[in-house]
């Protein structure tokens, strides 16, 4: 009984009190199988939301900008495709490409301040660079899916070689005139199934060996294994996708000092041994060595199903709500609680906030239980941990709890959206749920 102002607000001692930590209970056993379609939706209207006024004259007018820009850089006239406005910037962003022959793509932009931007000299040479390499690379990969690679030149060098070359050297004339005015990379995705090791670190040694021989910086590399099986299934003629991810077997990612310090295979051979070190230390999973660091790629393990998800949250939701149950937390703080805050309400206006209360202390009981076990190093709750499953961010690594968070947050609002999304995961080959794909997270079997 709570007497408030003479007045007396019976609450029965049984099935009341806890009324609400049984409802909530009931609300929040679905929240990890159902949909997150609230994010996707919201995501959608959004970006409609954002899709400016554009005036139809702004299209026509930048592309006349754009070419009277080039020919007078260049003496180039240029076809144009793939224009995509910009709201910051008030204009266009197209795709350009010379209309003498050279199949030369390249972007020109223009910001808020009326200040053109083009990448043609950049792309001219990455497309040299390629014609260079692109033999030996053919002759160390037998199968090579992808192979880029791109020079990003600075304004000032591009001005440089306007200023002092009447025509555009090519990149091997001019690199060494202005070394910090590019940056060079490449990304490689070739079919193999890393079978030989040390025959893969030569190769990777040849062609850095070569690179470093004609006196080029490089800046960045990017080498992407892919199994064997999914050049036989589909060729090589299609782009890269999420849905490729799980033939990817191994990732190599180096920085430009990482790059700079191969001058022996020896040297190589050091980085490769800390990456099996790596490998070892963390139960066999592959890793990727970038920017001096090791951590565990792609291969977090095997997808946890539907149903041992469903039985992992049937057990935390039943052990939360017997806690709450037996410690009464949620009745007794929802009475201290109200009393202070709304005590000289009216006894209707109390009672609403009575409930209100207790259900929000029973919602973030249950939140902090979950952010907080499957963010910490065990990566689950006890039901997660009963059925021996665990929830993993990318590269096997530990969710935050930030991320935590949001994940409860969207299965929450997902409760609105009937479950369908999330009995998708009872179809898809990764078992993975919107929430999971929208937060880019996963459930795998410990």
Known sequence: ?????????????????????????????????LPAFMPQIMHKLAIKAQQPDIPEEQLEKDLDT??????????????FDDEAFSEANGHYTVSAVPVNGENIPFTVSQDHNDNIRDTYIGSLWSKEIY????????????????????????????????????????????????????????????????????????????????????????????????????????????KPTNEHRT???????????????????????????????????????MVSVEMGHEWEEEDNGTPAGFWMRLAAWGIDVLLVTFCLVFTKIAPHGSVALTGLLFGD?????????YWVIQITMVLAVFWLYDAILESSPLQATVGKMLVKVKV????????????????????????????IGQFISLFTKDKQTIVDRVLNYGVYKA
Request: with cysteine; proline share 3%; hydrophobic share 40%.
């Open 1 to 33: 009984m709570i007497r408030k102002n003479k007045k007396e607000i019976r609450l029965r001692r049984s099935v009341r009190d806890f009324l609400p930590v049984i409802l909530t209970a009931m609300l929040v056993l679905p929240i990890g199988w």
């Open 345 to 353: 309400r009216p006894a209707d206006e109390y009672l609403m906030n």
């Open 66 to 79: 754009y070419q009277s820009y080039l020919t007078r850089k260049y003496n180039m006239e240029a076809t």
């Open 131 to 238: 014609d260079v390499f692109d033999p030996m690379v053919s002759q160390l990969y037998e199968n090579v899916w992808i192979f880029e690679t791109k020079v990003t030149t600075f304004r000032e060098m591009d001005q440089y070689v306007l200023d002092n070359y009447e025509a555009i050297p090519d990149f091997f004339d001019v690199y060494s005139e202005f070394p910090n005015g590019y940056r060079f990379c490449i990304t490689l995705y070739v079919f193999n199934d890393f079978s030989n090791e040390e025959e893969e670190q030569v190769k990777i040694y040849k062609l850095v060996e070569q690179l470093q021989e004609s006196g080029i910086t490089l800046t960045g590399f990017e080498l992407k294994y892919y199994d064997q099986a999914l050049y036989e299934q589909a060729g090589k003629d299609m």
């Open 247 to 285: 033939y990817a077997s191994h990732f190599l990612a180096l920085n430009q000092q990482q790059l700079d310090s191969i001058q022996t295979l020896k040297t190589l051979e050091n980085i490769w041994l800390n990456w099996k070190s790596s490998i070892k230390n963390r139960g066999g999973h």
């Open 392 to 419: 993993s961010g990318e590269f096997n690594t530990k969710i935050s709890f930030t991320k935590a968070s949001g994940k409860f947050v969207l299965n929450v609002i997902s409760l609105m959206l009937l479950g």
